[in-house]
């Protein structure tokens, strides 16, 4: 007879951040400071792609650390993701009509707009997670498509909020009288010699953020609450046993998860100078698995890796579509950008659960242990 | 009444079609414990050949059986190829590996459906019965019936046949099963093919009259077999048909009533399969039929 096929409950690859320690941290340093440099010798298409990146880096972290960590899948990423932006836009933003539509907003101050949208998002997590910390995995999975499709439909009913389909502009974050913008007319911010605009500002108010939750998530994971997550993942009911309060802790995932998201959704709202409700569908909380699950699962150095991918392939493919064989023009003949990196993506998807299931991480770990041994 | 009469014959005959969808969800899900975010791309991949078989003059007969076919085929190529060889790991990375086949096969197809709309091209077309005082296009009539008759050929054939008591024995413990000589990667093949064969079945009729035909947007109409089938329970093959009806009489009562509900706003009828499974979901966490998990200590 042939082998029995049992299912065996194998999760993720464990993660072991103090086998790796020695590497990843030199390594994030010199990513951070290669980071820093990028405004200096780029030009703005580039700095562009990395806002983006920035963006859905933060948010990838987030559902990482709710799939990674506490093992509960989320197809409602973009929900939260939403909430973050939409709630940064209308609280900083102001009323105000333009042509029929009237949009409303707060006028508060940037910086606090920023901080109530994250913790508006995480309040968005908190309702929900009566439905969340009670289900399995994959139940969550299903359940959280509700999210997004009651998302956009709250999103195409509150056009004083959102600005309906025609979308409304996002205000410009000031801290301490600095504006992430343009500047006033006629002054210019030279650093080194360097014009600085929007660009150059925000990309470094996105490698800040990204660093600091990348921090966070590192203190999170190696602390008590990540090895309670990671116990809850491998089994709810000796986790239970061993003391965890496992609704609690599964509801405390979720919430982190979308304040991850909201946070993510601000930066977003703000690469983007202008959002429309379409944007944060299906389609993006799709992407934002495609993110983690390339990455790797449960590293969030992984998942920052698996954003700047999943968010740069298409503008990529964009700029270099006449340079690169079968590509066309918007509106031309042949396989458009956007649609070659959602290819892309899915290809690499499929082949890296079938080759590599730890993704970029995993590879990571294993060129760093082959390393090592030949050392 | 005679409009409640109206949206409950149109409620129901949407929501067998659904019970058709959910059931080849419910079947995956049983004999492989595969939760199939590919399904909506099985379903676009049968009714956008039918459509395009029925577009080069294709007797409808002939252009269903072609659909159907493929969707089965692609069912089975799908399980064997990808699945399969990762079927080990968690349920979740398997999940994610059906959620990157649906990104790939949706791509396609509405890089080839583009900005139409493609029609079925059925024998219905946009004719109706009159049923008392009760309008319902032939279309759904029709969804109806073979919905029923492919419900109980199916129930008839897991209660019965050798392969359906294979396909229970490996649903209710695989380990025991496979020691007792079934072939469970054989029972995991099969599930695919009918779920791509039932969900082709029913990409005719979610495309057909009152439908404008097959679009990009289809997928996401299909996507309310995932809410059907957790409502009805994950694991349990009744309950798939009672949420396929629960989802079709919600949005349809939702849809006609709309005026009337216009507090929570314009379109609420396309979320309402959610906001039903997510009430369901509040009380029963393993949905009305599902098997709920007993921890033994």
Redesign the interface.
């Known amino acids: 007879m042939s082998k029995v096929d049992v299912a065996v409950p194998v999760t993720t690859v464990p993660v072991s951040p103090r086998r790796t320690r020695s590497l990843a941290l030199p390594a994030v340093a010199t990513a951070v400071v290669v980071l820093a440099a990028v405004p200096f010798y780029l030009d703005r298409f580039w700095l562009t792609l990395g806002l983006f990146a920035f963006a859905a880096a933060v948010a990838a972290i987030g559902l990482g650390l709710l799939l990674g960590q506490a093992g509960q899948l989320s197809l409602g990423h973009a929900f939260f993701v939403a909430v973050g932006a939409y709630g940064y836009t209308y609280l900083a933003g102001t009323s105000r009509t333009v042509g029929v539509s009237h949009q409303g907003g707060l006028g508060l101050p940037p910086l606090i707009a920023l901080v109530l949208a994250v913790l508006l998002a995480g309040l968005a997590g908190l309702l929900f997670s009566p439905v969340a910390a009670r289900l399995r995995g994959i139940y969550l999975g299903i359940a959280s498509l509700a999210l997004v499709f009651a998302g956009q439909h709250i999103l195409a009913n509150a056009p004083l909020v959102t600005g309906g389909y025609n979308g409304r502009t996002v205000p410009p974050l000031t801290i301490g009288g600095f504006g992430f913008d343009d500047g006033a007319p006629g002054t210019q911010l030279l650093v080194l010699g360097v014009p600085f605009h929007r660009e150059e500002r925000l990309w470094y108010l996105g490698l800040a953020v990204t660093a600091l939750a990348y921090l966070y998530h590192r203190n999170l994971v190696r602390g008590r609450p990540g090895i309670a997550l990671r116990a809850v993942r491998d089994s709810e009911l000796m986790a239970g046993m061993m003391g965890v309060p496992v609704t609690r802790y599964k509801g405390y995932a979720f919430l982190v998860s979308s304040m991850y998201a909201g946070l993510g959704g601000v930066l977003l709202a703000l690469a983007f100078g202008r959002i429309v409700p379409v944007t944060f569908d299906y389609a993006m909380s799709i992407e934002f698995l495609v993110m983690v699950v390339l990455g790797g699962l449960g590293s969030a150095a992984g998942a920052i890796v698996g954003a700047f991918f999943v968010a740069s392939l298409p503008r990529l493919l964009d700029r270099y579509a006449d340079v690169l064989p079968g590509l066309a023009e918007p509106g031309g003949d042949g396989v458009s950008p956007a649609v070659a990196a959602r290819f892309g993506y899915a290809i690499a998807l499929i082949l890296l659960l079938l080759i590599e299931p730890g993704g970029a991480a995993g590879l990571g770990r294993r060129v760093a242990n082959r390393f090592r041994r030949n050392r | 009444m005679t409009q409640f009469l109206q949206l409950l014959a149109g409620g129901v005959s949407l929501g067998a079609v659904y019970a058709l969808l959910a059931l080849g969800f419910v079947v995956v899900f049983k004999a492989s414990?595969v939760?199939n975010?590919g399904h909506p791309a099985l379903l676009m991949i049968g009714a956008y050949t039918i459509a395009r078989l029925g577009l080069s003059q294709v007797a409808f007969p002939l252009a269903v059986l072609g659909g159907v076919l493929l969707a089965a085929l692609t069912g089975l190529v799908v399980q064997r190829f990808?699945v399969a060889?990762?079927?080990?790991?968690?349920?979740?990375?398997v999940?994610?590996?059906t959620?990157?086949?649906d990104?790939?096969a949706q791509?396609?197809i509405?890089?080839r459906i583009g900005v139409d709309i493609l029609s079925i091209a059925d024998p219905w077309g946009d004719r109706v019965v009159r049923l008392g005082a009760v309008d319902v296009p032939q279309a759904r009539v029709a969804g109806l019936v073979s919905s029923v008759v492919l419900i109980g050929l199916f129930l008839a054939w897991f209660k019965l046949s050798r392969w359906g008591i294979a396909m229970r024995a490996v649903a209710d413990d695989?380990?025991t099963a496979?020691?007792m000589?079934v072939p469970?990667?054989v029972i995991s093949a099969l599930a695919w093919t009918l779920a791509g064969g039932l969900a082709a079945v029913a990409g005719v009729f979610i495309t057909a009259f009152p439908t404008p035909g097959l679009q990009p947007a289809t997928a996401?109409v299909a996507?309310a077999a995932?809410?059907a089938?957790?409502i009805g329970g994950?694991d349990s093959i009744g309950g798939a048909i009672v949420g396929g009806l629960v989802v079709g009489l919600a949005e349809s009562l939702a849809e006609g009533y709309e005026e009337r509900l216009s507090f929570l706003?314009?379109?609420?009828h396309?979320?309402m399969p959610?906001?039903v499974?997510?009430l369901v979901?509040?009380v029963r966490?393993?949905g009305l039929f599902g098997t709920r998990?007993l921890?033994r200590?």
């Open positions: 414990d939760v975010f990808l060889p990762i079927a080990s790991t968690s349920v979740v990375t999940s994610i590996m959620i990157g086949v990104i790939l791509t396609e509405t890089r695989a380990p496979a020691l000589g469970r990667k996401s996507l995932f809410p089938a957790i994950l706003g314009q379109g609420f396309s979320v959610y906001a499974m997510v979901l509040l966490p393993t998990e921890h200590v």
